[in-house]
């Protein structure tokens, strides 16, 4: 990103910074940045804003733990906003919603990335740790034939759910191949997003 770019007098030395969960890409929060909080960001990789009331950096987390470590930055097209891609360690709101915007559970589709986002995180932690009591180890470390075997036993089961006609033994068994499926594809080294660029290819 061309820091020349970016609008700053615009704004009387401050740009709006869009914060979005870079494996999600739900909208976590909106704050501003002015030179100072730009390149402490950058320095320590944790988004830090300027608080226009307190006159001063803060960086988000400093108080209560839950950081937004920097992934990437971007700019837009008229070069008066910043995108921050950021990874939160812990709700984001003060309210202790994962968003700002307070978006509610139960809203269709556009809540399945999320979910999904949220679990890659979780098998990524459990791949990386290998904790001995982890079920989720215990399968990457039993290897793809054990890996396979769950997503094929979850596949019957959701037949038979949706033969049986019970809504919500068809929610649960979806869900347990959704998770065996994230399971295999991270034990691979298989990214959903190499999934979800396929969907978008045969879309087109």
Known sequence: MNDRAIDFEKGNGLV?????????????????????????????????FFSRSRRKLWTKGET???????????????G??????????????HTGNESCFDLE?????QS??????GLTRVIADRKDAMPEASYTADLIRRGVDRMARG???????????AKSGEQEALVQEVADLFYHTMVLLAGL????????????????
Do not use: F
Not at 64 to 78: F, H, K, P, T, V
Not at 151 to 161: I, N
């Open 16 to 48: 709006p910074v869009i914060v979005q969960d870079a494996d999600t890409g739900r909208v976590l929060m909106m704050g501003y940045m002015n030179r100072e909080a730009l390149n402490r960001t950058r320095e320590t990789r944790m988004v830090t």
């Open 64 to 78: 209560s733990g839950n950081y937004l470590e920097l992934i990437d930055l971007a700019i837009d097209c008229d």
């Open 80 to 93: 008066d906003t910043l995108l921050a891609k950021a990874r939160p360690h812990g709700p984001t709101c």
């Open 105 to 109: 559970p139960g809203r269709g589709w």
């Open 112 to 117: 399945l990335p999320e979910a999904v986002g």
């Open 151 to 161: 997503v094929g036993e979850e596949a019957l089961e959701v037949m038979l759910a």
């Open 189 to 204: 080294g298989v990214t959903p997003d190499r999934v979800a660029l396929e969907l978008s290819r045969r879309k087109k």
